[in-house]
């Protein structure tokens, strides 16, 4: 509703300006170069439109970086609102700028809406949101938004002091900011406000802290949620590597956790859903490079919600898959594993080429891969066996390796399977249309075959680079995969 009023009073501003509203500010301009007039526009320069933008998309930066990403996507949506209803209503509107000494290279730019205003409001409301959001305290949140909302105030008031602008122009900027900050939270569910069921759990974190920027904020936010479900405060347990995570994996668990809530990569997560099994259920909010499990299954990639997720979801059957590798100990994986370019591919992909191109990045990466010459391979799948120079073998738990690029679109991580693909081109062509087919999506792809079963068997002519959940072990000429169905316990979206 409020924002059905915002954006009903920002249309009857744009069609009938309240001009009335002008006299409000009976003051003339300083003479021509009054030393008022030019500290004035000394700081008029300084908090000039564009430098509160710039300074917006580094509040976005610093969200996004610390997982608030409905919240970053907020104030990067409202940003471009502003200055899209801004532009827009200048030239609609097209106001003459009242007369004054000091419009400079104003004049060919209407009056009406106030670029400046509109700037400032929009950056102070974006500076209130990123300090709630990384401190989730009262105090330094009123604190900025008091210095936030002085400084609006002052860029406006700059504004008619120099006469450049009516009040109602003015005024008109900050609505529009306004408006187009509440119309983003809405559309981001940046400001959603749930009510949750009471419901007491013991809550233990397992965090990465080469993988958490924030953390202050994630913890206050989710002591906040748990104590409005009528649970204790969580406590968080450090890890630092594999050995350390599969040990507070078992303090949780000894402590009674219901609830193992991990802060991390692909990497911390599989080893906390191998440790726990079916002792306690695990949320996960996606802290890593790829986040494999958390894409697949529908998790939110946001810091706040994935945990509303965990604590108010169930935890739901998850299978796992137990890899043997060779002469090495066995290990589990929780998305998928493969052999060949599979692994190459995933190796080559750089994390800056999937920030900036997504999926598009994998075909980047696989182009250097069109010339690799297959491997003579025996694949055996529940007794069915495929002998053949192959390019590569994955496994999966869960079909993509991004979104977008589903390698294996039918598998079902609680169906009790594991899903098998293999591939053996006989040339660049046969590579590079297999590439684009899983980007588009193709059912059919020519010399790749689609499997399903409970076990898998591979055996390489000679050694090829290997991965488990998107993490290259190595080399490798001997693989056993099967499946654990239920394995483990995950809060996930429900499938209905």
Same mark, same amino acid.
């Given at each position: 509703m409020?924002v059905?009023v915002?954006?009903?009073?920002v *249309?009857a501003w744009a069609?009938?300006i309240?001009?009335g509203?002008?006299?409000?500010?009976?003051w003339?301009?300083?003479t021509?170069?009054?030393l008022t007039g030019?500290?004035?526009?000394v700081?008029?320069?300084v908090l000039?439109?564009v430098t509160?933008?710039l300074t917006?998309i580094?509040?976005v930066?610093?969200?996004?970086?610390?997982?608030?990403?409905d919240?970053a996507g907020? *104030?990067l949506?409202?940003l471009a609102m502003?200055v899209?209803i801004?532009?827009?209503?200048?030239?609609?509107?097209?106001?003459?700028r009242?007369?004054t000494?000091?419009?400079g290279?104003?004049h060919?730019?209407?009056?009406?809406?106030?670029?400046?205003?509109a700037?400032?409001?929009?950056?102070?409301?974006?500076?209130?949101?990123v300090?709630?959001a990384?401190?989730r305290?009262?105090?330094?949140?009123?604190?900025a938004?008091?210095?936030?909302?002085v400084?609006?105030a002052?860029?406006?008031?700059?504004?008619?002091v120099l006469?450049?602008h009516?009040?109602s122009?003015v005024?008109g900027?900050a609505?529009?900011a306004c408006?187009?900050a509440?119309l983003?939270?809405v559309?981001t569910?940046a400001?959603r406000?749930?009510?949750?069921?009471?419901?007491?759990?013991?809550?233990?974190?397992?965090?990465?802290?080469?993988?958490?920027?924030?953390?202050?904020?994630?913890?206050?936010?989710?002591?906040?949620?748990a104590a409005?479900?009528?649970?204790?405060p969580?406590v968080?347990?450090?890890t630092?590597?594999?050995?350390?995570t599969?040990?507070q994996?078992?303090?949780?668990?000894?402590?009674g956790?219901d609830l *193992?809530?991990?802060?991390?990569?692909d990497?911390?997560?599989?080893?906390?859903l191998?440790t726990l099994?079916?002792?306690a259920s695990?949320?996960?909010?996606a802290a890593?490079?790829?986040?494999?499990?958390a894409?697949?299954?529908?998790?939110p990639l946001?810091?706040g919600?994935?945990m509303e997720?965990?604590?108010d979801g169930e935890?739901?059957?998850l299978?796992?898959?137990?890899?043997?590798v060779?002469?090495d100990p066995e290990r589990?994986?929780?998305?998928?594993?493969?052999a060949g370019?599979d692994?190459?591919?995933?190796a080559d992909?750089?994390e800056?080429g999937?920030?900036?191109?997504?999926?598009f990045?994998?075909l980047?990466?696989g182009l250097?891969?069109?010339r690799a010459t297959?491997?003579?391979a025996?694949?055996t799948?529940d007794?069915?066996?495929?002998?053949s120079?192959?390019?590569l073998?994955?496994?999966?738990?869960?079909?993509?390796?991004h979104p977008?690029?589903a390698?294996?679109?039918a598998?079902?991580?609680?169906?009790g399977r594991?899903?098998v693909?293999?591939?053996s081109p006989r040339?660049?062509g046969?590579?590079?249309a297999?590439m684009v087919?899983?980007?588009l999506g193709?059912?059919?792809?020519?010399?790749?075959e689609?499997?399903?079963?409970?076990r898998?068997?591979?055996?390489?002519?000679?050694?090829?680079p290997f991965?488990?959940d998107g993490?290259?072990i190595?080399s490798?000429?001997?693989v056993?995969?099967?499946?654990l169905?239920g394995?483990?316990?995950?809060v996930r979206?429900?499938a209905?």
């Amino acid at each position: 509703m409020s924002v059905a009023v915002l954006g009903v009073a920002v *249309v009857a501003w744009a069609l009938w300006i309240p001009t009335g509203l002008d006299a409000l500010w009976p003051w003339p301009p300083p003479t021509a170069g009054a030393l008022t007039g030019r500290l004035t526009v000394v700081w008029a320069n300084v908090l000039q439109p564009v430098t509160a933008y710039l300074t917006m998309i580094g509040i976005v930066v610093a969200l996004f970086r610390c997982r608030w990403r409905d919240l970053a996507g907020s *104030v990067l949506l409202a940003l471009a609102m502003t200055v899209s209803i801004v532009t827009v209503l200048k030239s609609l509107v097209a106001r003459m700028r009242p007369e004054t000494p000091w419009l400079g290279g104003l004049h060919a730019d209407a009056s009406f809406p106030s670029g400046h205003a509109a700037a400032g409001t929009a950056l102070a409301i974006a500076v209130v949101q990123v300090t709630w959001a990384l401190t989730r305290r009262l105090r330094p949140t009123l604190v900025a938004a008091v210095i936030s909302a002085v400084v609006a105030a002052a860029v406006c008031i700059g504004r008619l002091v120099l006469a450049v602008h009516h009040v109602s122009d003015v005024l008109g900027g900050a609505l529009i900011a306004c408006f187009s900050a509440a119309l983003a939270a809405v559309l981001t569910g940046a400001w959603r406000v749930t009510v949750p069921t009471r419901r007491p759990r013991t809550i233990r974190v397992i965090w990465h802290p080469n993988r958490v920027r924030g953390r202050v904020g994630l913890e206050r936010y989710l002591a906040r949620e748990a104590a409005r479900r009528g649970c204790p405060p969580p406590v968080w347990l450090v890890t630092e590597d594999d050995e350390h995570t599969v040990a507070q994996a078992r303090v949780a668990s000894e402590e009674g956790a219901d609830l *193992v809530l991990v802060l991390g990569g692909d990497g911390t997560i599989r080893q906390v859903l191998a440790t726990l099994g079916l002792r306690a259920s695990v949320g996960i909010v996606a802290a890593g490079s790829g986040n494999l499990l958390a894409k697949n299954l529908g998790i939110p990639l946001d810091a706040g919600r994935a945990m509303e997720l965990a604590l108010d979801g169930e935890g739901s059957p998850l299978d796992l898959l137990r890899v043997a590798v060779d002469a090495d100990p066995e290990r589990l994986a929780a998305v998928m594993v493969g052999a060949g370019a599979d692994a190459a591919v995933v190796a080559d992909t750089t994390e800056r080429g999937k920030r900036v191109a997504g999926p598009f990045a994998y075909l980047a990466a696989g182009l250097r891969h069109v010339r690799a010459t297959p491997t003579p391979a025996r694949v055996t799948v529940d007794g069915s066996v495929i002998a053949s120079d192959v390019s590569l073998v994955s496994v999966g738990n869960v079909g993509s390796l991004h979104p977008g690029v589903a390698l294996l679109p039918a598998a079902d991580p609680s169906d009790g399977r594991l899903d098998v693909l293999v591939a053996s081109p006989r040339g660049s062509g046969d590579v590079f249309a297999m590439m684009v087919g899983v980007l588009l999506g193709r059912p059919g792809l020519r010399r790749v075959e689609r499997l399903e079963g409970t076990r898998v068997a591979m055996s390489f002519g000679r050694p090829v680079p290997f991965q488990i959940d998107g993490d290259v072990i190595g080399s490798v000429t001997e693989v056993a995969v099967e499946v654990l169905p239920g394995a483990a316990l995950l809060v996930r979206r429900s499938a209905t």
